[in-house]
């Protein structure tokens, strides 16, 4: 049994290879389709499609987990996970969704267990209201913008505000900004009711404005 | 600590009696107020509340102007770069994933694997122990075999004329007329017809 499935798979492998368009020439979409050909995808068109959206399951992965130094390793994972399953993905024009759910499983997959170890984060908060972590108040702190402000600035301004808001509230402003889910799936995923996730994004985006309030009125 | 929005609560109940007043806090907005608008922003309210947050948006400059915020915010979402892998260090995952699939067989295979083993095993087993194994079927079978003899031995005839006749009847012909032996094939055609 085992000896015929080793046969058929050298045989898709070598069918495989044998495509006349580079990988590098097709579009997206028929980048996916050549993936989901055959019992495993082919690895030129796999490492194509690597190419291609590493730089997203990384922007994923680092405004998720910002001050994980390991993120490196997390991507691969969901590469592998990727490779394993992109036969299942019915519709090859979802795939940018679908890779950003990979990787955001995973994400909530290695939080768990890093949760397991840690203290949760709302223990070291010290402010709590009725979901946790974050206040309403808005602290102005933040200085003006210097004449010269550049771009550059602002975008490092907001990576830090991002990076700044407690866990619960960056996921769930994250999954809605940067992978644009809607409220039901962010709750499905997260775990929390659509009041909760609703909540959380105001306050995120609250809090975010404020802290940028001087670079954003200048938009 | 009670935040500045907590003593602006009760505006909310009034929001039509509230725009002079709301106009006067540019930085601050009442908490159910700013919920609804950020909901607005991501299309997820319900036809009510959509015509609330535009209403407001026609007439309350804060509302507008915190809009125009989360607007920006959100294409900032979308712009902003963050830290990527040059291409060199992708090539290095690239070529760290796909040795990563070679070296490990997926886990469905794993487990296709087992599972195929687990039906070769369950089917042997079955097939030699089962209680419709073939040698109690071939014993079965045997039995049978005796027994039709038995019982068609004494009458045996009828049964053979019966698998003598076709399966589907003969057209009516003045041969098959003539041979009037067996009447009712002859009548059931007649009546088909």
Redesign the interface.
Known sequence: ??HS?RLSWTSVEAAATQVPVQPEKLSNYDLILQCQSGH?PD?AA??EL??RY??HV??VL??LAPDWQDR?DL??EV??RV??NIKRLNEPGKFRGWLSRIATNLFYDELRKRKRHTSPLSLDAP?TMDDGEM????A?ESPGPDEDLTTRE??DQ??DAIADLPEAFRTTIVL???QGM??EEIAELTGVSLGTV??R??RA??R???Q??NY??G? | MPSKFDSYNSDHQFPEHNQNQSARLPDVMQRDRFELLSAYLDGEVSADERRQVEQWLENDPTVQRLHARLLGLRQAFQTMPVPASNAQETQKTIDAVLERVDRRPSRSVIWGGIAIAAVAVGAITSTLLGENSPVFQTAERNTDRIEKQASTSSNSEPLLVALDKPLVSIPKTPVADTEETNSIPVESNNNIR
């Open positions: 049994m085992t499935l495993r690895k796999f490492g690597m190419r590493q730089s990384e922007k680092y405004h490196a991507a691969q590469w592998i490779y394993r402010l206040d309403w108040e808005i102005s602002f975008y907001l990576r809605r900004e940067i809607a409220y609703k909540s994004i105001a985006r609250l975010l404005q404020s940028l309030q954003l009125d938009v």
